[in-house]
């Protein structure tokens, strides 16, 4: 039995499906894998379990969200890593090139959505990556303009990839978990699911679109031969290959050196060391601040909160230009 949903994909009814949630630590993965799995069970009747896997517990690393459902009532009894998803969903597409593990398993049964401003078709996948359908939709700016969380946004776009959950009930479920949301926030992520359902695109994926070559593109080969102990680090040094861009939401703090006291309060806030200073005997603290590597910064805010000369403002990240992208390593990183 076949579904035609909007722009009439074809997607066949299930009797067990199996969901992965890719995203950064702080855009909602978890929850929006809980809010599928309680529409999928307790207002549809089916079996079904969810778990997720976290980076370190910090905004900014890597989480992942899984959702087994088995729409004939089977028992699910496993609780393991999901190889080979139905549907594979990716919260910010900065993470295909970043994390391009994230399509491990990806096959001609497998449907991909992410949030990209991109068309689906012109969404450049890694070499050897063949979904089925694959959709797109600006989820970020739609977050921004709604005043609604992320994983509302993407929850709404899944839909019309899963035809065997209906979208108002899954609205009514997003309206239940909120309970320590005021109803504003509540209305706003409505808001957003919404538009999430309206503006998916969904487009066959073509064949040629794995044309993305990553030099050090692996795919994860994960099993009890190759696993590292626990608690090690084998890549020390690590931090510096990260790029938070994706957990900063579409905006970023802009320094106006124009108006900064180089009063360094904005140093003693930041949990990540993004300011960039310079030894200069001139400024009343002996250093001037330079800048920002924004390569660290995971778009908290809290500089912009306590900067008492309002030097520091949240500007939308286009705005950001490559000249203020300093690095704490010394040098600027594009010209
Ligand atoms: S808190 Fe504001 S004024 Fe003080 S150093 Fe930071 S940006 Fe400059
Ligand atoms: S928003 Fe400001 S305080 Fe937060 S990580 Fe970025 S630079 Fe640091």
Known sequence: MWFFGKDKI???????????????????????????????????????????????????????????????????????????????????????????????????????????????????????????????????????????????????????????????????????????ISAEEKSNNLAGFKAGWNEVKVKAALPHQDRLVLEAHQFIKMGYENAPFGGVILNPGNSMLKDHESSRKGFAPKLNTEICCHCGYCDLVCPDYCFVWEKNDSKKMGAELLGIDYQYCKGCQKCIQICPVEALTLAPESEIQPKEKLSLLGSQNES
């Open 10 to 180: 074809k997607i066949p009814l299930r009797e067990k499906l199996e969901i992965r949630l890719e995203a950064i630590g702080g855009q909602g993965a978890n929850s929006a894998g809980k809010i599928l799995a309680e529409t999928a069970v307790l207002d549809h009747g089916f079996t079904g379990n969810h778990f997720s896997s976290f980076g370190s517990e910090k905004r900014g690393t890597p989480v992942k969200s899984f959702v087994r459902i088995s729409t004939i009532q089977k028992p699910i009894r496993s609780a393991s890593y999901i190889r080979k998803p139905n549907l594979l969903v990716i919260f910010h597409e900065f993470m295909i090139a970043s994390h391009p593990e994230v399509f491990d398993g990806v096959n001609q049964d497998t449907d991909v959505l992410i949030n990209s401003k991109s068309d689906p078709q012109a969404i450049q996948l890694p070499k050897g990556v063949h979904p089925r359908w694959l959709g797109t939709l600006d989820a970020t700016k739609i977050s921004n303009k709604t005043k609604s969380g992320l994983n509302t946004v993407m929850l709404g776009a899944m839909i019309p990839f899963l035809p065997e959950l209906k979208g108002e009930k899954l609205e009514a479920v997003i309206s239940r978990y909120f309970t320590k």
